[in-house]
């Protein structure tokens, strides 16, 4: 099996799509591309970017190492985001 690429990129961009869906991904093993259609509601756009990364979540493509750790040694806030 091959090794993991060194640089995994993330893109977003804003695109048309042409009143489908609010949000559309696509992952691959080199990167991460997110469209997300602005003409959509607020609301519509979070529920879809809420569905993309749960289902990412739960299906095990994307999982969280354990930072407890980390976070000890470099205390930062979820605050720190804003």
Request: net charge negative.
């Amino acid at each position: 099996m091959a090794d993991s690429p060194e640089v995994y990129e993330v893109y977003v961009h804003a695109a048309d799509l042409k009143g489908e869906t609010p949000v559309a991904a696509r992952d691959t093993l080199e990167r991460y591309e997110l469209a997300i259609d602005f003409s959509w509601p607020p609301e519509a756009i979070t529920a879809s970017l809420q569905a993309i990364f749960q289902d990412a979540v739960d299906s095990q493509r994307w999982s969280r190492n354990d930072t407890r750790e980390q976070a000890e040694a470099d205390p930062q806030t979820e605050d720190s985001l804003t």
